[in-house]
């Protein structure tokens, strides 16, 4: 357990409408990652943060922005969601040698 | 950049049968490579990594990956499997970013 948590944990929104994710950890780590995971094509990374205010974009970035004013939270937000955001959302730490470690995941409909 | 291939989407096998999942990933330099077990709706959790050292890497529940460079693979093994096995098995590669393959769906049936 990495001390990983996300909220909210289930979210059906409509399209069109701002979604924000929240992750939280506990642990103090400095890198911080945003995935998520469709059938078919693992996980992309969207986002990820390298430290407070400092982030970077990943795979498929096109739709989503991230935020990081705290080392322990690292939001992520769809400012306007699509139907091809719904999916499983994922956030992960780095910790020490390379190997990343999960939150439980965020499961967004936009419908 | 580094990609991973998972060679098979779902796998069946019966209880206490032999398995190997397998994955291939390309790259130029030396990666690190990791495989991640995933149950129904929870996150993925490390099974095992192969970051330098002797080529053949262990879980703690019995599966075990062997690195071969000359093939760039990274295949997961069991010698015997149990029902609670069942899940979706993600191989992954590291050289900074993390790359993850498709994903292979165990299902371990009695």
């Known amino acids: 357990d990495a001390g990983i948590t996300q909220s909210p944990r289930h979210k059906v929104t409509e399209t069109g409408t701002p979604v924000t994710l929240r992750c939280h950890q506990t642990?103090?780590?400095?890198?911080m990652y945003w995935y998520r995971q469709d059938p078919g094509h693992g996980l992309r990374l969207i986002h990820y943060?390298?430290?407070?205010?400092?982030?970077d974009k990943g795979e498929v970035s096109d739709g989503y922005s991230v935020s990081r004013s705290k080392t322990e939270d690292f939001l992520l937000t769809l400012e306007s969601a699509t139907s091809s955001q719904t999916s499983v959302y994922f956030c992960?730490?780095?910790?020490?040698?390379?190997?990343?470690?999960f939150g439980p995941g965020t499961r967004l409909t936009v419908t | 950049a580094q990609s991973v291939t998972q060679l098979d989407s779902q796998v069946p096998v019966f209880e206490e049968a032999p398995v190997e999942l397998r994955c291939n990933y390309s790259?130029?330099?030396?990666?690190?490579l990791f495989w991640y077990v995933q149950y129904p709706n929870q996150g993925l959790q490390l099974l095992l990594k192969y970051l330098s050292g002797s080529t053949l890497v262990k879980s703690i529940n019995g599966f075990e990956a062997e690195f071969n460079k000359s093939q760039t693979s990274f295949h997961l093994r069991k010698p015997s499997v149990h029902i609670s096995d069942t899940a979706e098995y993600f191989c992954a590669v590291s050289l900074g970013d993390m790359r993850f393959g498709a994903g292979t769906r165990l299902t371990v049936k009695p």
């Open positions: 642990e103090n780590h400095r890198y």
């Open positions: 790259s130029s330099v030396s990666v690190y």
């Open positions: 943060s390298y430290g407070v205010k400092d982030t």
């Open positions: 992960a730490i780095t910790s020490g040698t390379y190997e990343q470690y």
